[in-house]
């Protein structure tokens, strides 16, 4: 091989590893991070894209407690119920206001039944006796003012038709009434020349006895337990009302509550205990009062007596209490139907004063409920009462 040969030889091979280390130098060296650090997020424009996988869904907590059940019994305007049982059963007994005629439901709304076919127009009250086969029917007669009081029973007919309500008129004209608890007696007012009397008699008017007089007029009964009668002045915003207690056999009086403006009351069947409602500067409050010491307690839910009725222990009460309760003439702006409610279901308990929301009925309804006549069952297990706007009757089943 000659020497130019050789130098060529040894050119290309000098060529060929320069080319070869230009290549894997450019190819395996290192490349740098980006600036900034660690690393940073994607710039607005170029997030990485959602995943395709649905996120998890827990299945919502269930503590298993019961929900309330609102339902409507009457589709007409009742004058007044008793809620009773039968066979273990609650039953509500009921008479509409338009006729008069008498039916039989259960408090679940179920298999109602008419009673009575018996004519007695526009009854604005029924007044019943415990077992819910007597009741005086309070009306006003076509054209007229005076108030009559119809004193009937209910007497099944003989044959598979309805019943009849057979009984007698009582003396015209009396302001107020109530039934004894245990449905034998009446006790009512009667206008005297020189005032008011309270008359006591059975429920077909007979055996009458006066226990009491006042030469003040405007006055508002009820006989909470068999040994007491209440009669509470007429309540206004505009005067201080007094609560009077009335012994039904002696006949003899104590005050209980004074001087208290737009004064309304309720008293325990079982207790000594009254509820009652203060109506001072427009505004409204509800107390408990103990007769037995003389005490009063502020509770700290704001409703009317009359939107309340005592469970069987006297220890609880279930009142319908306004959602919104606006500054007012009290009770007179509720009466007179100026300022109506939206009323949800409490309970409270006297003992300790603590309250529990039992149920929204309004929300229930979708439309508001005023609720009046409340009566709570045996076992505390349905609310029965009357709508004051509409005077329908509803039951609420607060277990099961």
């Keep these: 091989m000659s020497r130019r040969t050789k130098i060529l030889i040894a050119l290309g091979l000098v060529l060929i590893l320069t ?15 980006p600036s900034g650090g660690d690393g940073e997020f994607p710039p607005p424009g170029e997030e990485l894209p959602p995943t395709t996988e649905p996120p998890t869904i827990l299945p919502p907590s269930s503590s298993g407690a019961f929900e309330p059940i609102l339902r409507q019994l009457s589709k007409v305007p009742v004058a007044g119920a008793v809620l009773g049982t039968k066979s273990g059963e609650a039953i509500v007994r009921y008479q509409e206001r338009s006729v008069g005629n008498v039916y039989e439901i259960g408090a679940a709304g179920d298999e109602e039944i008419r009673l009575t076919n018996t004519t007695v127009s526009k009854v604005y009250e029924a007044l019943w006796s415990k077992s819910g086969t007597a009741l005086v029917s309070r009306y006003v007669r076509e054209g007229g003012e005076t108030i009559e009081s119809f004193s009937a029973e209910i007497k099944p007919s003989a044959t598979e038709g309805d019943g009849q309500l057979l009984g007698t008129f009582l003396p015209r004209g009396l302001p107020d009434m109530t039934v004894s608890p245990a449905g034998n007696s009446l006790f009512y007012l009667q206008e005297e020349s020189d005032g008011i009397g309270g008359i006591r008699s059975d429920l077909a008017g007979g055996n009458r006895v006066k ?6 007029k405007e006055w508002l009964v009820s006989w909470p337990s068999e040994n007491k009668i209440l009669l509470l002045s007429k309540p206004s915003a505009f005067a201080d009302g007094m609560l009077l207690l009335l012994d039904p056999i002696q006949g003899g009086t104590s005050i209980l509550l004074r001087g208290i403006p737009g004064l309304t009351a309720l008293m325990s069947p079982v207790k000594t205990e009254i509820l009652y409602s203060a109506s001072p500067d427009s505004t409204l409050s509800l107390h408990l009062f103990n007769n037995a010491n003389g005490q009063p307690r502020d509770l700290s839910v704001t409703t009317f007596p009359e939107k309340c009725a005592f469970a069987k222990s006297g220890d609880r009460v279930y009142c319908g209490v306004p959602k919104v309760i606006p500054q007012g003439s009290y009770p007179d702006s509720w009466y007179q139907g100026v300022i109506p409610f939206t009323d949800e279901v409490w309970s409270i308990t006297l003992s300790s004063g603590t309250t529990e929301r039992i149920s929204d009925i309004s929300g229930k309804r979708g439309s508001p409920i005023d609720l009046v006549r409340p009566m709570v069952s045996s076992d505390e297990k349905f609310l029965v009462f009357i709508d004051k706007g509409s005077e329908t009757l509803w039951s609420l089943q607060m277990k099961e």
């Design 19 to 33: 080319a070869l280390g230009i290549v894997l130098y450019f190819f395996f060296r290192p490349t740098p991070l």
């Design 211 to 216: 226990l009491w007089g006042s030469p003040m």
